[in-house]
């Protein structure tokens, strides 16, 4: 059984285009995360959502607005793609405290031309 | 503000050998801290944590950490490297709203 599942796992187009990634978890856990990998490796949180509420959004650009319709499912948009966004996103899941452990998807390889 | 810092970014051991990773971290408070593995094309799995008590951490794996308030370090070690553990291991530092802040890894290369 796949714990947190993305779609897709690999995604190309084009500048300009908008594009959604979707994200779902089966462990019950209450809080969702996404992750953006550079390619340099850095990986950085960009939003958290608990019980369907954002309770962590860094300074990330209004292009990218994630969308939680349960507990289970955090999805990315990203409106007016740029090749700066090229990057590996990855959701993850965990219950809401500070010790619990974030279980990682697979990850979603975006690659804009 | 909380961060994590890896000084070695490439590291290469031969297959038997011991292996520690460094990790450093700042944080206003006791911190949480993580070690994760990341195989190539593959997400994060989580190694071991550390949040109270006994400093030294078992994980998975054969790995273990320690954590060292002191020098605000939390190194990884294992005693003997195979090669399926060639990766790259992130350290990062969480806290209490549950953000996690990763260093910039540390790409593990083992020779046979």
């Known amino acids: 059984d796949t714990a947190v599942s993305q779609t897709p796992k690999y995604l190309v187009t084009q500048m300009g285009n908008d594009k959604s990634i979707k994200c779902e978890q089966n462990?019950?856990?209450?809080?969702m995360y996404w992750y953006k990998q550079d390619s340099k490796k850095f990986l950085k949180i960009m939003f958290s959502?608990?019980?369907?509420?954002?309770?962590i959004n860094e300074t990330v650009p209004n292009r990218f607005s994630p969308k939680s319709p349960d507990k289970a499912h955090l999805n990315l948009h990203i409106n007016s793609l740029e090749l700066g966004d090229s990057a590996v996103y990855f959701c993850?899941?965990?219950?809401?405290?500070?010790?619990?452990?974030?279980?990682f998807g697979p990850g979603t390889r975006l690659t804009v031309l | 503000a909380q961060s994590v810092t890896q000084p070695d970014i490439h590291i290469t051991v031969s297959e038997g050998a011991s292996l520690e990773l460094r990790c450093n971290y700042s944080?206003?408070?006791?911190?949480?801290l993580f070690w994760y593995v990341q195989s190539p094309g593959q997400g994060l799995q989580l190694l071991l944590k550390?949040?109270?008590?006994?400093?030294l951490v078992q994980g998975i794996k054969g790995f273990e950490a320690e954590f060292k308030r002191s020098q605000s370090s939390f190194n990884l070690r294992k005693p003997s490297v195979h090669w399926s553990d060639a990766a790259e291991y992130f350290c990062?530092?969480?806290?209490?709203?549950?953000?996690?802040?990763f260093g910039g890894g540390t790409r593990l290369m083992v020779k046979p």
């Open positions: 944080y206003g408070a006791t911190p949480y």
């Open positions: 990062a530092v969480g806290n209490r709203g549950n953000m996690l802040t």
């Open positions: 550390y949040f109270s008590g006994d400093t």
């Open positions: 993850a899941s965990s219950q809401y405290r500070a010790t619990d452990t974030q279980y």
């Open positions: 959502y608990n019980n369907k509420e954002l309770i």
């Open positions: 462990l019950g856990h209450d809080t």
